[in-house]
């Protein structure tokens, strides 16, 4: 159908996968997708031509093997503290490296580049060295925005583990010039971003539940309440310029 689908982040994202198959059946799958964060994972599945069936599959492997695509960066995880203490530049720059994860979407996607996607797509991914969102997308003609740039060259597969790069929980993804994270630091539900590359028609959906606050005061509570306050409140930007935008409750 002739309108955009807008997917998040967050620890739901595989959900999104879900929201695709309810649209299958209902005969109503978008012509335009945007992903970010999590939600990157689905839309660049779904724009490199997966079923809903492979789709579903993947992400089930996933959750029953997905220790198997973890690499720690050991040698920079163990230098980390004494480099601290004494001062010295930090060479850790995320506990995972993420090319086992990027290679397996690659094989998912066989290696396919934005131009040869089957649907039109958006994936967002943040520049540390500008600040700026980088856009990667197949589509010719978009608007220009504030601390938005454009491209059109790039696998797939780099694009979505570039968008999925959590800060600090995977290593920065170097594309080019960029050095890039996770798409949802600025563009969690992105939206805005499918009206910037003239969808007129933009549905977004917000796979995740209600806030709750953290179990106890650890390091890594701290951290993922800090990103899901951080999310929520760029959702609620992001949708705006929806014409419909669900969330679950």
């Given amino acids: 159908m002739n309108y955009g689908l807008a997917v998040g982040g967050g620890t739901r994202g595989a959900a999104h996968v879900g929201v695709l198959k309810a649209l299958a059946e209902a005969d109503m799958l978008p012509d335009t997708i945007a992903g970010a964060s999590a939600g990157s994972v689905a839309a660049g599945l779904y724009a490199a031509g997966l ?45 995972l490296k993420g090319n086992r994860l990027l290679e397996f979407f690659c094989r998912l996607t066989r290696r396919k580049q934005l131009d040869e996607a089957e649907v039109k797509l958006v ?32 696998y797939l597969c780099e694009v979505m ?22 798409g949802g630091v600025t563009d969690n539900l992105p939206g805005n971003l499918l009206t910037a590359a003239g969808v007129e028609r933009v549905i977004a959906v917000d796979v995740g539940s209600s806030y709750r606050g953290p179990d106890d005061d650890s390091v890594t509570e701290v951290i993922s309440h800090s990103f899901s306050i951080m999310s929520s409140r760029l959702k609620e930007c992001g949708s705006r310029e ?8």
């Fill in 51 to 95: 079923t809903i069936e492979e789709m579903e599959s993947a992400v089930a492997h996933l959750s029953k093997r997905g220790a198997e695509y973890l690499d720690p960066d050991y040698g920079s995880i163990l230098e980390f503290v004494p480099q601290l203490l004494a001062g010295r530049t930090v060479s850790l720059s995320g506990f």
């Fill in 123 to 154: 994936i967002p991914a943040v520049d540390l060295h500008s600040g700026d969102t980088i856009c990667y997308t197949n589509i010719e003609h978009v608007e220009a925005a504030g601390h938005v740039r454009w491209e059109w060259e790039a």
């Fill in 161 to 182: 583990m570039a968008s999925s790069s959590v800060p600090a929980v995977f290593a920065p993804r170097r594309m080019g010039n960029y050095l890039l994270v996770d």
């Fill in 242 to 249: 929806s014409l419909f935008s669900f969330r679950r409750l």
